[in-house]
């Protein structure tokens, strides 16, 4: 597995929004994204940046998926830290069921 964290470039909030309707869609549409969320500011109300845990074994495939990400296209990230990962302890429950 893969965990991709973006950081959002500063004052980037509307550009954020104009991209995010395409953004979730193309993480929804990749059935190897395990679970997905923003970085969010302490008072949780400003969205920050990205968290994904992709499921795969080749980091060229974790490069590709960020680099197609409607996010990236849009220039949103200011970095863009891709890990290899292994699963250990717990599982996450989906919070939108």
């Known amino acids: 597995m893969y ?7 500063p004052d980037s909030k509307n550009l954020r929004l104009d991209n995010r309707n395409e953004h979730v869609g193309y993480v929804l549409a990749n059935d190897k ?5 923003p970085f969010v500011s302490d008072d949780g109300a400003t ?6 845990l992709l ?3 080749e980091r060229a495939e974790a490069e590709a998926f960020v680099e197609n990400d409607p996010y990236n296209k849009a220039g949103l ?14 599982g996450l429950a989906d919070p939108n069921k």
């Open 3 to 9: 965990v991709i964290m973006a950081i959002d470039k």
């Open 55 to 57: 499921d795969t074994d």
């Open 77 to 90: 990230f200011e970095t863009v830290e891709i890990r290899r990962w292994n699963h250990l302890i717990g």
């Open 47 to 52: 969205m920050q940046g990205t968290l994904l």
């Open 33 to 37: 994204v395990k679970t997905a969320g």
